[in-house]
């Protein structure tokens, strides 16, 4: 019964390799889960939102796709001529109904199913994905709208998969291990993506020199129910940053918040990165809202240089912006790098 949390990945930086692991496709759109029992369909997010209202044209597809009792893993996607679109698929999260129904016909969403976590009266999420995807794949049956997935245990399949799919507007590949079980909420996956991302709560900002407009958001990411400063994401265009205090406006003030002793301004990372002895103004938000965020690399515990605004995540809770999604060079790898160049300043001193 829902809600499920659906298992989730971390992100590494390039394709793992070696026996017992499938790849898919990673795509660009809703998690969700479909929970169907006779007429009843359920789409559930990976937020225990339901996403039900929102997709009806999908409900009815999942109707004819899938068994009578049944709970499946998948991602709502939206196809358009130019592959996958993100920003259309957010655009149908509208809360007029009027608009909902306008809107299932004009830019209709697809479901695309790539785990099966019960048929029946069976719970399968113990069985390993191997006799899952089996099962998966006797269980839906494949209609304009609804597809399975594509899966392969050839990594060579799956790195031209990475390449090709690119230009589509998938984020990249998932893998897998196929003696794995289903681990509700728990990153036992792996994805690789075309550029390092991360989701990160938007705990405030900073203004812009202009006084009137905001100059950077800033980051937060959760460590032991901790939220910590990890950043800030900035590049924004004139016209940007004045949209940015106005659809900022109703997260101002918040009653509480983690950072509230950053009101006086006084808190790690509130200093200028050029001027430790300068401290910076921020103006604090209710840390609700999640952005999507690309970044360069991590060090000790921060982006270390100046994040960019990818898009908001409607679909993602603060709580779920935690750093364990985030990649982080070890020093083992930094040693090795420094290493490699002293061995050829050696080699042309000689």
């Not at 029992?37 to 039900?52: F, I, Q, W």
């Amino acid at each position: 019964m829902p809600p499920v949390k659906p298992m989730l990945a971390k992100s590494v930086p390039s394709l793992p390799r070696g026996d017992g692991l499938s790849y898919e496709p990673k795509w660009d759109g809703f998690r969700c889960i479909v929970f169907r029992d006779g007429d009843e369909v359920e789409l559930g997010s990976r937020n225990d939102k339901p996403l039900t209202r929102y997709f009806p044209e999908v409900v009815e597809l999942l109707r004819q796709a899938l068994p009578p009792r049944c709970v499946v893993d998948g991602e709502i996607v939206l196809v358009t001529p130019d592959g996958l679109s993100f920003d259309t698929l957010q655009l149908r999260l509208h809360p007029a109904a009027s608009r909902v129904r306008k809107l299932s016909v004009e830019t209709p969403a697809s479901f695309v199913a790539f785990d099966l976590l019960a048929l029946g009266d069976e719970d399968v999420t113990g069985l390993p994905l191997s006799e899952r995807r089996k099962l998966l794949e006797g269980a839906v049956t494949e209609v304009p709208g609804v597809y399975l997935t594509p899966s392969t245990a050839d990594p060579d399949v799956a790195q031209d998969w990475f390449t090709r799919f690119e230009g589509a507007g998938f984020d990249g590949v998932m893998v897998k291990a196929l003696d794995g079980v289903y681990e509700p909420d728990k990153r036992v996956m792996f994805k690789v993506k075309h550029e390092r991302t991360a989701d990160c709560v938007v705990a405030g900002y900073r203004w812009h020199k202009d006084g009137e407009t905001v100059g950077s958001l800033v980051l937060g990411l959760y460590r032991d129910g901790e939220l910590h400063n990890v950043g800030v994401a900035s590049s924004f265009t004139a016209a940007r940053r004045r949209e940015l205090v106005e659809e900022l406006k109703p997260l101002l003030n918040p009653a509480e918040h983690p950072w509230s002793a950053w009101a006086t301004y006084e808190g790690p990372g509130m200093n200028s990165r050029w001027n430790p002895e300068k401290q910076l103004q921020v103006v604090l938000l209710e840390p609700t809202r999640v952005a999507e965020v690309r970044y360069e690399h991590v060090q000790g515990g921060r982006f270390r240089h100046t994040s960019r605004l990818v898009r908001f995540r409607e679909d993602k809770t603060a709580l779920e912006c935690t750093y364990e999604q985030l990649e982080e060079v070890p020093p083992a790898e930094l040693d090795a790098l420094f290493g490699e160049a002293e061995q050829r300043r050696r080699t042309i001193e000689s």
